[in-house]
């Protein structure tokens, strides 16, 4: 592969901190990780996997304790680099309101460049575009206490957008947000995937979300344990439950299912798919005998 395709290279990194007790903790363990520009990465685990410690090296709000990590090129343990890999690579938190700064929308997306010392002129196309991309063109002028969650999620990733990254990192952006807002965010996070060429690392324990990305990494215990398409990935249900995660409802059934005998096809991960498979199966055909066996039951009692 092209080092020009590879957005983040990391290379044996383990994160070491001193706990209250003085005692060394291992937060990542000798982790070797590779995100093409342009990719989709999901990453899950359970509390202390240490999937956020990783992101965060991302972006070098941390460094590493032992290896290194390369960002567009960039090795994040030179402190002379810190400032370019922080303009190609922008982070979403969790909490929309730990992110919004202004009393206004477009101020507030218009905060970073700004700071960058953009001209006025620039500035504006970028607020218009970034607010564009996120459909929040509308709210421009609103107050962000005034929205929903979701839409304050989408101004924190327009305000991020503003600044022009290569690379978006999402820390479970999705974790304090209501069905209707979580699937606003994601999808924009896929428009943005889709149409700017963005590269995503998305961080979530929302396995319906985690099942439309191109790639899944599995962490545990700060160690990488599994690195996959999202198929390969949940179609070992009872080892992603012996973990402590959850797996997409469909694949979860599916699995269920195919043990008591009824093959409806291994790897589902989604509920189109469950509803194929259930309709070739054993269980479809009874239930499709049933169901046409009381429609006779009816007609014949008219």
Request: proline share 3%; with cysteine.
């Amino acid at each position: 592969m092209n080092e020009q395709d590879i957005m983040i290279e990391v290379n044996h990194m383990s994160h070491i901190y001193t706990d209250e007790n003085g005692n060394d903790v291992r937060a990542l363990d000798d982790v070797n990780l590779s995100i093409k520009r342009g990719e989709f990465v999901c990453i899950i685990g359970t509390n202390g996997s240490g999937k956020s410690t990783l992101a965060k090296h991302f972006n070098v709000l941390l460094q590493p304790s032992e290896g290194h990590i390369n960002v567009c090129g960039f090795d994040t343990r030179d402190e002379a680099h810190i400032w370019n890999i922080r303009q190609h690579v922008g982070m979403v938190f969790q909490n929309p309101d730990n992110q919004i700064v202004a009393a206004v929308v477009e101020e507030d997306v218009a905060f970073g460049p700004e700071n960058l010392g953009i001209p006025s002129v620039e500035i504006r196309q970028r607020v218009n575009a970034a607010l564009a991309a996120v459909n929040m063109t509308e709210y421009r002028e609103h107050g962000p206490h005034l929205l929903s969650g979701g839409q304050k999620q989408r101004i924190a990733i327009a305000g991020v957008l503003a600044m022009k990254p290569d690379c978006i990192v999402l820390d479970e952006p999705t974790a304090m947000l209501d069905p209707k807002g979580r699937r606003e965010v994601l999808e924009t996070v896929h428009k943005l995937n889709k149409e700017e060429g963005i590269t995503i690392v998305y961080i979530t324990h929302f396995m319906e979300e985690a099942v439309t990305a191109d790639r899944v990494v599995v962490m545990k215990n700060g160690v990488k344990l599994h690195d996959g398409t999202p198929r390969e990935i949940f179609s070992h249900v009872d080892t992603l439950k012996g973990l402590g995660l959850d797996v997409p409802v469909a694949s979860e059934i599916a699995f269920k299912l195919n043990a008591k005998g009824y093959e409806v096809g291994k790897s589902i991960i989604n509920n189109e798919e469950l509803a194929k498979g259930l309709k070739g199966s054993k269980l479809g055909k009874q239930l499709s005998a049933i169901h046409s066996t009381d429609a006779s039951r009816g007609e014949a009692t008219h």
